[in-house]
């Protein structure tokens, strides 16, 4: 392992208003993102060919381009990643334009900061859940496969019992977060399932035993954090 925390999320920023960027660039790297700020159009453009970002967080009325031809011009070069408008519009027309432009979510200004993350924790989930054929690499010659979920080491199957596979699952579903018991529980057990913390620890030591003592931290009386490499 190279580090013992996992990368964070990265976020590109597009709204001129500079209080305002510089409130929610703050903000987001305070819950743990990483964020790249542009204040027009065309640099947006540029920043997002350069680089790879998992979230498009863009304001409409911009220099240059306005928000809406930048979202269109990345989706028709096959850019893929979620992206959410924040903009003072909100006609039925704009609505309209904003997701024939390829915006996964639209927030009206002004917002709350914490419904902006909770909006932005929403979109990164589904989009982890829908890379159907994705292999994560958690280690050296280590990798899950999220369609299948299974574990490798190469292209050989590591055994993994059904609960030690969705405990690992929602783990690498929540990149630099503490997930806690009760999420573990209710991703992992039938809902007439006994939830018993020994039972959970039982199945994080031999998760430990095949990725490494580090790699699954427990963070005292919150829960799990799962570093990757």
């Not at 500079?18 to 790249?36: D, H, P, R």
């Not at 065309?42 to 930048?70: C, M, T, W």
Request: proline share 3%; hydrophobic share 35%.
């Amino acid at each position: 392992m190279q580090s013992n925390t996992s990368t964070p999320p990265k976020i590109l920023l597009l709204e001129d208003d500079e209080t305002l960027s510089e409130i929610l660039q703050e903000f987001l790297e305070e819950k743990g993102y990483e964020v790249i700020a542009v204040y027009d159009g065309h640099e947006a453009v540029d920043r997002a060919y350069s680089d790879a970002f998992d979230l498009f967080l863009f304001d409409i009325k911009v220099p240059f381009q306005n928000g809406f031809d930048v979202l269109s011009q990345l989706r028709l070069e096959g850019e893929e990643s979620p992206a959410v408008f924040i903009s003072s519009l909100g006609s039925i027309e704009d609505l309209s334009r904003a997701y024939d432009a390829g915006c996964d979510d639209f927030l009206r200004k002004p917002f709350e900061l914490q419904e902006l993350e909770i909006r932005i924790k929403a979109l990164l989930k589904r989009r982890f859940y829908h890379k159907s054929d994705e292999k994560i690499r958690l280690c050296e010659g280590i990798y899950f496969h999220l369609q299948r979920n299974r574990l490798y080491r190469n292209d050989e199957e590591i055994p993994l019992s059904r609960k030690e596979a969705k405990i690992l699952k929602t783990l690498l579903a929540h990149p630099g977060e503490i997930v806690s018991n009760e999420q573990l529980f209710a991703a992992a057990w039938d809902y007439d399932d006994e939830t018993r913390e020994e039972s959970l620890r039982t199945h994080i030591k031999n998760l430990r035993k095949i990725l490494g003592k580090e790699t699954i931290t427990n963070i005292r009386a919150q829960g799990y954090f799962l570093a990757q490499s």
